[in-house]
């Protein structure tokens, strides 16, 4: 195993920068803070971590700062994704000399596409289950997460269904509480989705929360998948990798990853960096925030974050998954969406500017499919306003002067 994984992080410091990356280096790989019997220079040569570091213009911060390099031989820890978040994120965060570090981007050696399956639906196989080749998905998420019924929940997913929808997800902290334990919601909601494809042909993707312990996990996706239903959805960070890896070798749907957690995740990770991992674990969907988002996060960090998960790991494996854009879209994003990610393969989801139109939840659906629409045809908003009610009824109640 003569190949290597490479990180490349932003390092913050006050100290010496090449004294403090040959100490991470040797924290991360073959150093001990004393030499002790049996640990011989040929040792370290086989297993040290290769370091290099270079001074970064950084105008946002008031402390040096640098690239730092790191790589380590695949020999170290085998293909092993659970070793590598030990070994590229585990003691370096909290060393002497640190004042901040953030991993940028890493790379895997060709064996990892060999032990981890990738996507197993990714864009063409949830294209293929929704029944639509080339457009944007248009979604929403059910809320209130907390104090809907199943019944209720039901009850809008038939007024969904009736507008058009192509996807539904739960919220995040919709999973299995009292108040819509999830074998009645799953129950109900696909009774309404069955009806509904029966009738006109279109089979709503639902993707319910499954998030729990792995064997309710494993158990609520064959309930899923009996009952004719189409995805499933986790949450990334309360499963944990080795969680989620046992789930995928389980798992029969796509699987719709959420993101939630991300803030506390993103001050010692870049999302290009993160999202390497779970595609080559095996999600379908990621979450990757919106343009003018209710969050911190900037435009062209959401764009980055879209444009990495539609960019190939591996030649031969691409696991190439689809983005999802949500907080607070409207059908005022559509086209600097478009304009910045030229691709419409992503699921574009909207809760309030959805629910909220003016004239109910089907114009709320039309109008944005009008403005994506508009978008890709290279039509202006306005313009395209001047001719589809709905746009214009959207553009008032969601536009700037709203």
């Known amino acids: 195993m003569s ?13 010496d920068p090449e004294r403090l990356a040959a100490t991470i280096a040797g924290e991360q790989s073959s150093g001990t803070f004393v030499a002790i019997p049996g640990e011989d220079e040929a040792l370290k040569a086989r297993a040290a971590a290769h370091w290099h570091i270079e001074a970064l213009p950084d105008m946002s911060s008031s402390l040096p700062s640098y690239r730092l390099t790191l790589s380590w031989p695949l020999a170290n820890l085998g293909p092993s994704l659970t ?37 197993a639906f990714g864009i063409e196989g949830t294209r293929k289950l929704i029944g639509i080749p080339k457009a944007p998905l248009i979604g929403t998420i059910i809320k209130p997460s907390v ?62 929360n499954l998030t729990g312990e792995l064997d309710e996990m494993k158990r609520r996706h064959d309930k899923v998948l009996s009952e004719g239903g189409t995805a499933v959805m986790l949450s990334l960070n309360s499963v944990g990798m080795t969680g989620f890896n046992a789930f995928r070798r389980h798992a029969q749907l796509p699987i719709h990853a959420h993101r939630n957690g991300w803030g ?34 900037a435009d062209d960090s959401v764009i980055a974050s879209a444009r990495a998960c539609l960019q ?38 909207a809760g309030g500017g959805l629910f909220a139109h003016p004239g109910g939840i089907a114009a709320g659906v039309r109008a944005l499919r009008q403005s994506w629409e508009a978008a890709m045809a290279g039509v202006s908003l306005q313009q395209a306003a001047l001719s589809h009610r709905e746009l214009r009824e959207a553009v008032a109640t969601f536009g700037p002067t709203a």
């Open 83 to 119: 070793n590598v978040l030990a070994t590229v994120a585990g003691n370096l965060y909290e060393l002497r000399g640190v004042d901040a570090l953030r991993l940028m981007d890493i790379e895997l050696p060709s064996a990892f596409a060999e032990v981890y399956p990738g996507p």
């Open 147 to 208: 104090g809907l019924s199943a019944a209720d929940t039901a009850a809008l997913v038939e007024q969904l269904c009736a507008a058009g929808i192509d996807f539904i997800k739960d919220d995040e902290l919709q999973a299995d509480g009292p108040a819509c334990p999830f074998d009645e919601r799953l129950r109900l909601c696909m009774q309404v989705i069955r009806r509904h494809a029966e009738k006109t042909g279109h089979k709503v993707m639902y993707a319910f």
């Open 312 to 349: 190939p790991l591996f030649a031969h494996k691409p696991c190439i998954v689809m983005p999802v854009f949500s907080s607070g879209q409207t059908v005022m994003q559509a086209h600097p969406t478009w304009e910045s990610l030229q691709s419409t393969d992503v699921i574009f989801l």
């Open 264 to 297: 506390y995740v993103q001050a010692g990770w870049s999302y290009v960096a993160w999202q390497k991992l779970w595609r080559l674990a095996g999600v379908d969907h990621m979450h990757v925030n919106g343009i003018a988002n209710k969050f911190q996060e």
């Open 3 to 15: 190949e290597r994984i490479t990180a490349t992080y932003q390092l913050h410091t006050k100290a």
